[in-house]
């Protein structure tokens, strides 16, 4: 059984590294944390509950949630999912990302979606109020295993500009990554977020646009691209990052504490 994520905290002291390499991630998630800072945001642990309540908060700027981070409709759980939350000088919620983990070692992507399983604790019921999902892209067959969605990205309106982009999403895809050795990282992109550049910015290596449609309560329609990247990938990817940042390796000691 998972044990339960962090639901408050900074990231510096839920630093426990339990899979990859300690040095490079140890090195990421502190830098990433003082990045943040630098953006004016600071960065803690918060529940479902705290990120529900920003986005109703937010309505103005933010649509309702998928499905697949509400605990009543979703059956997302504690120990399946974690959010961070950004809060500017002042306290403010400025800024989120959340994880969830699926594992499907015997089914896909394409069948979990196309089921409502992924997005519904009861997709009978999600069927019977019309809600539907259509995948069209031969890729959802192959995503299986231990599988993240990262999603809930918002950013309030005047700390839009700041690259958050380029931070936030790390940090979700590399502490799912430490938790859970996941397989692949997902996540559910509209088009003209895709268009803005925002799945670059977060760094993922591949994109499909277009590639889905969801009819989902209470969202309404959405037609979707998929991002996605596999765990050598993602690795890869911090290391590039740590690279073009020119960091030290002055989150080892720090990490192998946290190992430990």
């Given at each position: ?77 504690p120990e399946t999912a974690f959010v961070l939350i950004g ?129 989902a309560s209470p969202l309404g329609e959405l037609h979707c ?12 990817d911090l290391a590039a990052i740590m690279a073009r940042a ?15």
């Amino acid at each position: 059984m998972q044990e339960p994520l962090p639901t408050s905290g900074r990231l510096p002291a839920h630093l426990k590294i339990k899979h990859g390499p300690v040095g490079l991630l140890g090195r990421f998630f502190l830098w990433a944390d003082s990045a943040a800072r630098d953006r004016g945001v600071t960065l803690s642990f918060g529940s479902l509950q705290d990120l529900f309540e920003a986005n109703r908060a937010n309505s103005d700027s933010w649509r309702p949630l998928v499905p697949v981070f509400d605990e009543a409709l979703g059956g997302v759980t504690p120990e399946t999912a974690f959010v961070l939350i950004g809060r500017s000088h002042d306290g403010e919620v400025v800024a989120t990302q959340a994880a969830r983990l699926y594992d499907w070692p015997e089914t896909s992507l394409k069948d979990e979606a196309m089921s409502l399983r992924m997005f519904y604790a009861d997709p009978d019921a999600a069927f019977a109020r019309e809600d539907r999902c259509e995948v069209n892209t031969p890729t959802a067959e192959k995503i299986a295993g231990r599988v993240v969605f990262s999603g809930a990205i918002w950013y309030r309106r005047d700390f839009r500009g700041k690259d958050l982009g380029t931070i936030l999403p790390r940090i979700s895809r590399a502490y799912a990554f430490t938790r859970w050795h996941s397989d692949f990282t997902i996540g559910l992109l509209g088009n003209g977020v895709i268009a803005g550049g925002l799945a670059e910015r977060a760094g993922y290596t591949k994109v499909e646009q277009g590639c889905i449609k969801l009819m989902a309560s209470p969202l309404g329609e959405l037609h979707c691209g998929l991002a996605w990247m596999q765990s050598d990938e993602l690795l890869a990817d911090l290391a590039a990052i740590m690279a073009r940042a020119n960091v030290p390796d002055i989150g080892l000691r720090v990490a192998e504490e946290a190992k430990n």
